[in-house]
Nanobody
């Protein structure tokens, strides 16, 4: 089983930047076998796909708006995925969670992942 631990959330002002980290561990984990994703959920809203790194290293973003401000990456040596968030807006306020799953034909934006982190709160004040 894969364990995921997010970090880096916090309270920032609109226009600021923040970087989230998701550290993966587990005997079977390797980025070559797992795809990883970031999702977020704001109060009263449905879970939203933010970005993902496929097992082959390809990237995918939820919307064009997110792609222009957020950057997802991974460090294979550290088994860690990152989400660099720039030009944060009040609408980005949410709990951000990372997820992982073995190679699959499922689209990355479908939240059917085998492992989930506990989530980290990001609050953007306007």
């Amino acid at each position: 089983q894969v364990q995921l631990v997010e970090s880096g959330g916090g309270l920032v002002r609109a226009g600021d930047s923040l970087q989230l980290s998701c550290a993966a561990s587990g005997r079977t984990f390797s980025f070559g076998r797992y795809s990883m994703a970031w999702f977020r959920q704001a109060p009263g809203k449905e879970r939203e796909f933010v970005a993902a790194v496929r097992w082959d290293g390809s990237l995918q973003y939820g919307t064009d708006s997110l792609k222009g401000r957020f950057t997802v990456s991974r460090d294979t040596a550290k088994n860690t995925m990152y989400l660099q968030m720039n030009s944060l807006q009040a609408g980005d306020t949410a709990v951000y969670s990372c997820a992982a799953r073995l190679k699959s034909l499922l689209p990355l934006n479908i939240p059917r992942y085998e492992s989930w982190g506990q989530g980290t709160q990001v609050t953007v004040s306007s």
